[in-house]
Nanobody, 130 residues
Framework: VQLVETGGGLVQAGVSLRLSCAAS????????IGWFRQAPGKEREGVAC????????YYPEDLKGRFTISSDNTKNMVHLLIDKLKSEDTAVYYCAALPWRGPQPPTNATMSMLMEFAPRGQGTQVTVSS
């Protein structure tokens, strides 16, 4: 499994940013793919995950509203749209992939497994200036 994140950068607070995760070396529809982030001096934080076979999603309760995860199964890509960026969104954002066939939607447990056990990409830095 190989994952490559793109789309990060230095952006101003208040704008939107779309991150992308390109996946290869796997059967895309057999995986749940998620995003998590890590800021300097802070623990990893799950952001969102999606079941690529049926688009079931999970967002942590405290992050609902500004983050939208989507899957493009024709291109083996997962996107993360972040709206109204804040300085506290500054972090390295990683995507990770875990074998998954549902039928239940992903949960916080799925997010935890993605962060702890799943292959991940090299990350993409998002820096938000206020």
């Amino acid at each position: 499994v190989q994952l490559v994140e793109t789309g990060g950068g230095l952006v101003q607070a208040g704008v939107s940013l779309r991150l992308s995760c390109a996946a290869s070396g796997l059967i895309f529809e057999d995986y749940v793919i998620g995003w998590f982030r890590q800021a300097p001096g802070k623990e990893r934080e799950g952001v969102a995950c999606i079941s690529t076979i049926d688009d079931g999603t999970y967002y942590p309760e405290d992050l609902k509203g500004r983050f939208t995860i989507s899957s493009d199964n024709t291109k083996n890509m997962v996107h993360l749209l972040i709206d109204k960026l804040k300085s506290e969104d500054t972090a390295v954002y990683y995507c990770a992939a875990l074998p998954w066939r549902g039928p239940q939607p992903p949960t916080n447990a799925t997010m935890s497994m993605l962060m702890e056990f799943a292959p991940r990409g090299q990350g993409t830095q998002v820096t938000v200036s206020s």
